[in-house]
């Protein structure tokens, strides 16, 4: 079992900056692939990016590539997105996500067990 707390959202003007944490709990963090979602309002949930368990591969979506960097700290059981640039068509809930998965983490092609509630991250222009 994996609990997932999303952190970090909040309002921010166009071309700035937020980082987002996922807080996770349990001792085998560091067995799972993380990757973070969003989802805007009349929206489908979108994938965003995904980062192995070991934090040696990362996958994004082309909207987030160039902009975004997912990392982690296994020793704090962390993963983090770092969003520059930020854009109005960036205003979601962002969701952190959690699936035992090897290689590539193509979070965005498997169904997966273990989700945050969410964090609302508001773009103005």
């Known amino acids: 079992q994996v609990q997932l707390v999303e952190s970090g959202g909040g309002l921010v003007q166009a071309g700035g900056s937020l980082r987002l944490s996922c807080a996770a709990s349990?001792?085998?963090?560091?067995?799972?692939?993380m990757g973070w979602f969003r989802q805007a309002p009349g929206k489908e949930r979108e994938f965003v990016a995904a980062?192995?368990?070991?934090?040696?591969?990362?996958h994004y979506a082309d909207s987030a590539k160039g902009r975004f960097t997912i990392s982690r700290d296994n020793a704090k059981n962390t993963v983090y997105l770092q969003m520059n640039s930020l854009k109005p068509e960036d205003t979601a809930v962002y969701y952190c996500?959690?699936?035992?998965?090897?290689?590539?983490?193509?979070?965005?092609?498997?169904?997966?067990?273990?989700w945050g509630q969410g964090t609302q991250v508001t773009v103005s222009s």
């Open positions: 980062i192995s368990y070991s934090g040696a591969y990362t």
């Open positions: 349990g001792r085998t963090f560091s067995s799972y692939a």
């Open positions: 996500a959690a699936e035992i998965l090897n290689g590539i983490p193509r979070l965005d092609l498997v169904p997966l067990d273990y």
